[in-house]
């Protein structure tokens, strides 16, 4: 699912002349070439150029000389403190669902009615319709989180989730705009399997599935 790939172009340039920097390709003080030339190189615009260079100057990786030219001042990039300060967040975030949803997805096996079946299937299959934008995707994504919070008919547990998504919301998308998801596949798998469990009335798997998901988010950051 190439929608959840979509990060800024800059971003990509950068990462792409931080591979070729880290491959050999330009040494230590070694001037890059001038933007004209790496602009089709990259497949962007001059202006994405500028700000990719602009951000790996801002990491530590290029110096850009008025007059002179863009230089590497380092064979590697140092963490983005922005960066590190969004993953905190979005760990804090990945645990609170945790604690909700893993809870939620045991009871909602137990629980869940003919109709909440109808309804988390619904949400499963939107997860994957073509053509989704990242935030399309973070809602049809969340949608199916909370169909499994419902189908716990707890209450508590369904407001602790609607007062928490709109933070949830951001994390996911910042998430998936540090880490784009490799395996959408995989990742939808794991998603099938929360609601096999559920569907089966099986509690232990439903809770062992969810939080396998949920831990696999977190890893993904730490």
């Known amino acids: 699912m190439t929608q959840l790939k979509r990060i800024p172009l800059a971003d990509q340039a ?5 591979a070729r920097i880290r491959s050999g ?8 070439p001038g933007e004209t030339t790496l602009a089709p190189q990259l497949g962007v615009g001059r ?40 993953r905190a967040d979005i760990l804090t975030v990945i645990e609170a669902r945790t604690a909700i949803e893993v809870e939620a997805a045991a009871l909602a096996a137990v629980r869940r009615t003919p109709a909440d079946l109808r309804a988390i299937r619904r949400a499963l299959g939107a997860r994957t319709v073509p053509g989704q934008s990242l935030e399309e995707h973070v809602d049809a994504d ?31 998308i910042d998430m998936l705009r540090l880490r784009p998801v490799a395996d959408a596949a995989g990742d939808h798998d794991a998603h099938a399997a929360v609601v096999a469990a559920v569907v089966d009335r099986q509690p232990h798997s439903a809770a062992r599935e969810s939080r396998a998901h949920l831990d696999a988010l977190k890893a993904g950051l730490v």
Not at 25 to 32: F, M, R, S, V, Y
């Open 142 to 172: 969340m949608a199916l989180h909370r169909a499994i919070v419902v189908a716990a008919h707890n209450e508590v547990l369904t407001e602790l989730f609607d007062g928490f998504v709109p933070r949830s919301r951001r994390a996911m």
């Open 25 to 32: 390709e330009w040494a230590l003080g070694a001037k890059l």
């Open 47 to 86: 202006s994405t150029v500028r700000e990719a260079i602009r951000q790996l100057a801002g990491r530590g990786v290029l110096d850009s000389r008025h007059g002179s030219g863009v230089y590497v001042t380092s064979l590697d990039a140092q963490e983005d403190w922005e960066q590190v300060v969004r």
């Open 14 to 18: 950068a990462d792409a002349l931080l």
